[in-house]
Nanobody, 119 residues
Framework: QVQLVESGGGLVQPGGSLRLSCTSS????????LAWYRQAPGKQRELVAS???????AYADSVKDRFTNSEDTERQTLILQMRNLNPQDTAVYYC?????????????WGQGTQVTVSS
């Protein structure tokens, strides 16, 4: 059973920065896709950033040029560096991993970490 553990959330003022980490119980190289999602109160969960095993990185339009998604394979950690945060970024952020194992696709989720942007 794969475990994903997020950390780094908290309260930050508008314009501030936060760094989220997602540590996996197994090597991140074993996943086909690593991603961050977020869910604000009353809204659907949305994709924020993704990273494929081929090295392709994608971002939601709302976070482009402000968020950076990267992988530290040595530490088995996915990192989301968030800059110039605004109140619309307030949400619970979830780490997600997808892998194909023995012919089947599996999705793994972390427990989520709260990010609140407020003055």
């Amino acid at each position: 059973q794969v475990q994903l553990v997020e950390s780094g959330g908290g309260l930050v003022q508008p314009g501030g920065s936060l760094r989220l980490s997602c540590t996996s119980s197994r090597t991140t190289l074993s996943f086909d896709v690593l991603a961050w999602y977020r869910q604000a109160p009353g809204k659907q969960r949305e994709l924020v950033a993704s990273l494929t095993s081929a090295g392709k990185i994608a971002y939601a339009d709302s976070v482009k040029d402000r968020f950076t998604n990267s992988e530290d394979t040595e530490r088995q950690t996915l990192i989301l560096q968030m800059r110039n945060l605004n109140p619309q970024d307030t949400a619970v952020y979830y780490c997600h991993a997808n892998a194909k194992e023995l012919g089947q696709r599996y999705d793994y989720w972390g427990q989520g970490t709260q990010v609140t942007v407020s003055s």
